[in-house]
């Protein structure tokens, strides 16, 4: 398992020292290194198991920018299935409070689907189960099955979308599940310092503390802290740069 994440997205106001400093909080980082002529770096960290943790604080604004962060792992997954953009529903998505703290109870996971099966199928599909906010592919297309996350505007309807398991798609019964995850969506560049603390994603099961769950980073990490840090960090950005 690799030990390293890609930061991209990163202002050209933030340097390497202070990337060190952030992701310091989540796990001890050997090193920090940033691709040539790019607005990207490369974080290892001495311990695989920090790279869970780094991947939440993709969204956190740093600078005019907003972080965003992904395993070595996730990007070795082909580009048709990793980074295609989801299918978003534009007036459902307006009506929604545009915080992340309940997606993943919002969203179903949605498993065994031919690949013939597109995203705006989906959608179509489960809008009998109520207002479908998202759909994300993934998988490889060139296999017989592909999997997805639907993510709906409300829990309800995605509990009567777990009951669509076993339905019948394309020739296949679909294997739909509680999802662990929520879909990974860009973050406007404009998004405040509170809602963007407020996106940092919150897993189900994880200790509450200063407003943020933070499950993957165990006992001995308080929220408030790295939360402080964060703010510090970018007061000190906006004082010498300004916005």
């Not at 090193?31 to 974080?43: I, M, N, Q």
């Not at 949605?110 to 959608?123: A, E, F, K, P, Q």
């Not at 310092?193 to 993957?216: C, D, F, I, K, N």
Request: aromatic residues 6%.
């Amino acid at each position: 398992m690799s030990a390293r994440v890609r930061v991209s997205n990163v202002s050209g106001h933030v340097s390497e020292e202070i990337l060190h400093t952030l992701f310091s909080f989540v796990g001890a980082v050997r090193g920090v290194k940033r691709e040539d002529a790019s607005d990207a770096y490369s974080v290892e960290f001495a311990d695989a198991t920090s790279v869970r943790a780094a991947e939440e604080l993709s969204g956190t604004e740093l600078g005019d920018r907003a972080l965003c962060v992904i395993s070595e792992e996730r990007l070795a997954v082909p580009v048709s299935s990793m980074h295609a953009q989801p299918l978003a529903n534009p007036s459902v998505v307006a009506s929604m409070d545009g915080l992340r703290s309940n997606e993943i109870s919002r969203t179903i996971y949605v498993g065994n689907i031919s690949s013939h099966v597109t995203d705006r199928d989906l959608m179509q599909f489960f809008a009998e189960c109520g207002r479908v906010a998202y759909v994300k592919m993934a998988g490889d297309g060139i296999q017989p099955t592909r999997f997805a996350f639907v993510e709906f505007a409300d829990t309800e309807s995605a509990q009567r979308g777990l009951l669509m398991n076993g339905h019948v798609v394309a020739d296949r019964p679909l294997k739909v599940n509680h999802s662990k995850n929520s879909i990974n969506k860009p973050v406007p560049v404009s998004v405040g310092r509170a809602q963007t603390m407020a996106s940092v994603l919150p897993l189900a099961g994880g200790v509450h503390v200063g407003g943020v769950a933070w499950p993957v980073l165990g006992a001995t990490v308080q929220s408030k802290d790295l939360d402080r840090k964060i703010a510090e960090i970018q007061k000190e950005l906006e004082s010498k740069y300004g916005r």
